[in-house]
């Protein structure tokens, strides 16, 4: 049974931390993590969710691309729990588009990331696995790999004229349509 957990607000401390690496990935409260990080990225519309925004310090993030209020335009894809990722290249071309994040609720933020991804990660089965991921997804990755370095969206901002309301954003993505 998954349990709905609470998001870890800016101004937290384990926000800010370098998540420790998961030696054991079938114990039982990892496992279970896992559940409840799947559970809650779904309740709250997420498209990805990083267990120290639960108050878990793991190397643990789901990245779960669907379209959804906070973001229509996600293309779909099975929900995916990231033990131990690992960027491992990427291309040279970085791109400026609209983030947010749970545990910065109201704000969002053009951030420059890669557009072309290859990564290394372990299963929940412990099975190594690796991937390429393009546009979104990659954002995804990048986005939920520098929660477990403690590294927040806002970090990456190149000017503060870069954030908007997440009204704002709505509006203007209801524009696009």
Sequence with gaps: MSTLLQVAQLGQPILRQKAQRVENIKATNIQQMIDDLLATVMDVNGVGIAAPQVYQSYRIFIVASHPNPRYPQAPDMEPTPMINPKLVSHNKVIKKDWEGCLSIPG???????????????????????????????????????????????????????????????????SKKK
């Design 107 to 173: 704000i969002r933020g053009l951030i420059p990331r890669f557009t072309e991804i290859k990564v290394e990660y372990t299963d929940r089965n412990g099975k190594k696995q690796t991937a390429s991921y393009t546009d979104f997804v990659a954002r995804i990755f990048q986005h939920e790999n520098d929660h477990l370095n403690g590294v927040l969206f806002l970090d990456r901002l190149e000017t503060t004229k870069d954030l908007i309301s997440d009204k704002e954003y709505q509006k203007m993505m």
